[in-house]
């Protein structure tokens, strides 16, 4: 069966043998005055010498981790909003809620081209794609099969393909799925991040 296009961005589905199981979500602030929507699924990043996350950019070499949602208080006040996605602007700055432990695994759809077993081990970046702001708030990113191999700044690595059944499981057509663990994640980098 032909798997069909689909993006739900970066799906926490267990965590590498060896490591001690995290359900522990980091918190992050987000900048007030971000005006780029951040969706449930989407990898983020360090915004540079700040202590705030961004959404990250298909180009990204250091992750900061997964984003899982956050609370913020509304442009316009009153309580603080749990949401899935980040709005993209608030009141006062937001916490944004991130699974940033090195030994995560990630479910996540391929950009156009399959996957296959040759490629587990690999190392692989992402399309950031668009989220949507229904249903749940999904992040649009997808695995970028344009950017495998070796490179060691790429973001993710191939842990298995998808063992499931229905879409996302066939290796040899487009948009298949695969599972994925952090390469270059601020907590596996030799190098401080600022």
């Known amino acids: 069966m ?5 993006a739900f961005g970066f799906r926490h589905v ?7 199981p995290d359900y522990q979500l980091a918190t992050r602030p987000i900048q007030s005055s ?7 699924g989407d990898p983020v990043v360090k915004s540079g010498a700040s202590p705030y996350i961004v959404q990250a950019s298909s180009t990204t070499v250091v992750l900061e981790g997964i ?3 956050c609370t913020y208080i ?3 006040g009153g309580a603080p909003v749990w949401s899935p996605y980040w709005p993209g602007a608030s009141a006062v700055d937001a916490t944004a809620y991130v699974i940033n432990a090195p030994n995560a695994l990630f479910l996540a759809a391929a950009l156009n081209t399959a996957i296959t077993s040759t490629n587990v081990g ?5 399309a950031i794609g668009t989220g949507s702001t229904v249903g749940g708030g999904f992040s649009g990113a997808t ?3 344009t950017n495998i191999g070796t490179t060691n700044t790429l973001p993710f690595q ?6 499931g059944v229905g879409n996302g499981s066939d290796p040899t057509t487009a948009f298949n799925w695969a599972v994925v663990t952090f390469n270059n994640q601020r907590f596996k980098q030799l190098q401080g991040v600022s």
């Open 122 to 126: 690999a190392n692989i970046g992402f």
């Open 14 to 20: 267990g965590f590498l043998s060896g490591g001690g």
């Open 74 to 76: 509304p442009s316009g």
């Open 143 to 145: 695995l970028d099969v």
């Open 158 to 163: 191939i842990y298995s393909l998808y063992q």
């Open 2 to 6: 032909a798997n069909v296009q689909t």
């Open 67 to 69: 984003f899982q949602g």
């Open 34 to 40: 971000n005006a780029t929507k951040i969706f449930f």
